[in-house]
């Protein structure tokens, strides 16, 4: 079953509150939804890199690096991980060979497509998961002008901090995710995240704030849902 249609087929699922709880901590919520989040974070990129292609400033590095990135995409999506960072020498383009996503990022590292290649390298390295590596990309793409790319790539940091078990780090990174974010839900979803981890960390005060922010957000939804939960757990009577 590929990636996509595993998203897909999870976010028609019911969340069951009775068998997941933040007792459990982040683990088990983000165990169960990992793909669908990391998938997300690839989708809102997508956005991104095709303003690149069309509204590009017209510098002649801007559209050697975009030009360079379309041609290594097409082995991005086929989940030759590998072969995306480090570019494909079999074959050749208009005399030139298919270079890889750490080329882009590092050669063109001024430009908007080097930040969206950075953010794919690191995405690569999670999928290979080599998560000091995907960080160094990561951080590389947080100078992306594009809110997209910022949300996607502050998401990513945060799944890899949870992985480190440092949960005081990881909020902070689902915070400034949720704030690039434009729709209301996936705003809810990303400050749920942070009040877990800040949950986990035992950090009531900033659990409680993040938990009340999901409420306000979106009471009615299964993340507010969640973060009543989460409020009873931390002995908070809700009004």
Known sequence: ???????????????????????????????????????????????????????????????????????????????????????DKTRKVRGEMIYGLEYIANEFDGTESGKIAAFYAGKCYMELDKNNQALKYFEMATGSGSSVIKQGVYTAIAVIKEQQNRPNEAAEMYLKAAGFAIEKEVKARLYLYAAMNYAKAKDKQNAEKNYREVIGLSEFSEYGDFAKMGLTELGIVID
């Open 1 to 87: 079953m590929d990636k996509e249609k595993q998203f897909n087929e999870q976010d028609n699922e019911e969340f069951d509150t009775e068998k997941v709880s933040t007792n459990n901590g982040v683990e088990t919520f983000i165990k169960k939804y990992k793909i669908q989040l990391i998938f997300l974070v690839g989708l809102i990129a997508v956005v991104a890199i095709i303003a690149v292609f069309w509204f590009s400033s017209g510098s002649a590095k801007e559209e050697k690096a975009s030009l360079y990135l379309s041609r290594i995409m097409p082995v991005y999506d086929s989940q030759s991980f590998e072969t995306a960072l480090k570019g």
